[in-house]
């Protein structure tokens, strides 16, 4: 299953759609399509953000697409989504648990006492 990566904003948890990078020496913010591979200096953004994005006063903006759109689950990911469904809904066998028995060398000695009611 391939992970699908989120926007990067925070508390939004849909998937990115677009790719965020600041050319700093040229004071400019370019907004493209969603990269092969997360970069360490970029930032994924979800197609809502990536439409609604301003930049820093001064800065300019540029939009290499303008129709964003969020990606679709393939049919891998709906596979293994149901194949982690099944297997968690599968019963799972109660653990055995035996006390281990002690040992010859070692005298039982237990927390509690037989007291005698006669005096």
Same mark, same amino acid.
Request: charged share 20%; net charge negative; with cysteine.
């Given at each position: ?16 759609? @677009?790719?965020?990078?600041? #050319?700093?020496?040229?004071?400019? #913010?370019?907004?493209?399509? $969603? ?9 994924? $953004? ?8 301003? @930049?820093?006063?001064?800065?300019? #903006? #540029? ?9 679709? *689950?393939?049919?891998?990911? $709906?596979?293994? $989504? ?5 297997? @968690? ?10 006390? *281990?028995? *002690? ?17």
């Amino acid at each position: 299953m391939m992970a699908t990566r989120q926007c990067s904003r925070s508390s939004c948890a849909r998937p990115a759609a @677009a790719t965020l990078t600041y #050319v700093y020496g040229d004071s400019t #913010v370019v907004v493209g399509s $969603l990269s092969a591979t997360a970069e360490p200096h970029s930032y994924d $953004l979800c197609a809502h953000h990536a439409d609604r994005f301003t @930049a820093p006063r001064g800065w300019d #903006v #540029v939009h290499i697409q303008t129709d964003f759109i969020e990606p679709e *689950p393939s049919t891998d990911d $709906l596979e293994a $989504l149901a194949r982690a469904v099944r297997e @968690a809904g599968r019963p799972r066998p109660a653990p055995t648990f035996t006390p *281990p028995a *002690p040992l010859a060398s070692e005298p039982r000695r237990g927390h509690l006492r037989v007291i005698s009611t006669d005096v």
